[in-house]
């Protein structure tokens, strides 16, 4: 499954995306701030990443 | 001055663009999902688009007032009228609000205070922005303190509130049109974030009353706004 990252702190945008994400079979991922944004992005070794979105 | 008119610019794009987007995005995922959809989802995500319409609407309304404001363009109707009284108006409208966030909302008034002069609906909006911006930035469970005093030949309006307070670096811009603080981003809910505009417009509105606004605050403690107007 294509895993995908967005970070964007409009929460009903996010939720947007990643409606349209999973409707694409993607696992999505989302979080509201850079920083835990970036954590989290670091946590996942880079390649595994399909797309990271920045707001 | 050039690069106050582009930080406005740019401030006034993406707050269009980001309502704007919202509601153009559900708006088509309704269109495309329509039929498999429930009807509480269906109903959700319409209540999105209508948080994205009133947001487009209070920043359009905002931009107007400013800009009327800026150009001079309506003279002010000044009268006779008591701040106490409008002062708690805007408390009554500002309960529930308040009531959500248990905020102690207290208002002293002192005895026999005059009445002002001044065109009450610009100082009503004035005292709106105060109170909104005042319970909008209260901490949970927090206190919002409301004081009129009598001062030589001016009434002085105080209201306080406590909460995270304002960082320092933008005290100093905090009237102008779009800066909006490092505060509104880190404590605000989207829906409920600021145009930007609301302390531009009351800056505005008491410059045209001879009147300044002040703002002290400090970190995790009271912020207070401080005007005054002039005794009938």
């Given amino acids: 499954m294509k895993k995908v990252l967005i970070i964007e702190d409009d929460c009903r945008l996010a939720e947007l995306v990643e409606i349209h994400l999973k409707d694409l079979g993607c696992q999505v991922t989302i979080h509201h701030n850079g920083k835990e944004g970036l954590t989290a992005a670091r946590e996942t070794p880079f390649k595994q990443w399909k797309k990271i979105i920045v707001s | 001055m050039e690069k106050n008119h582009r930080q406005l610019v740019a401030g006034i794009s993406h707050d269009l663009r980001t309502p704007l987007a919202t509601i153009q995005g559900y708006v088509e995922t309704l269109l495309m999902k329509k ?15 209508q948080d994205g319409t009133h947001q487009l609407q209070h920043l359009v309304e905002d931009l107007f007032e400013l800009s009327k404001l800026e150009a001079n363009e309506t003279p002010l109707q000044t009268e006779p009228f008591s701040l106490a009284d409008l002062a708690g108006d805007n408390a009554a409208r500002c309960q529930i609000a308040a009531h959500e966030k248990q905020i102690t909302l207290n208002i002293n008034v002192s005895p026999d205070l005059p009445l002002v002069t001044g065109d009450i609906r610009y100082i009503d909006r004035v005292l709106q922005n105060l ?13 919002i303190i409301v004081e009129l005093i009598s001062h030589r030949q001016e009434v002085a309006f105080r209201i306080a ?13 905090l009237f102008d049109a779009y800066h909006t603080g490092k505060r509104t981003k880190k404590n605000i809910p989207q829906s409920k974030s600021s145009t930007g505009l609301g302390l531009a417009i009351v800056k505005k509105i008491l410059q045209k009353h001879g009147s300044t606004i002040t703002v002290e605050s400090e970190a995790n403690g009271m912020t207070v706004f401080t005007f005054s107007l002039k005794i009938d």
């Fill in chain 2, 131 to 143: 109170f909104d911006n005042a319970v909008k930035y209260c901490d949970i469970n927090g206190k």
């Fill in chain 2, 161 to 173: 509130n406590t909460g995270v307070g304002i960082d320092p670096t933008d005290l100093t811009h």
């Fill in chain 2, 35 to 49: 039929k498999e959809l429930g009807a509480a989802q269906q109903e959700r995500y319409l209540n999105i688009i």
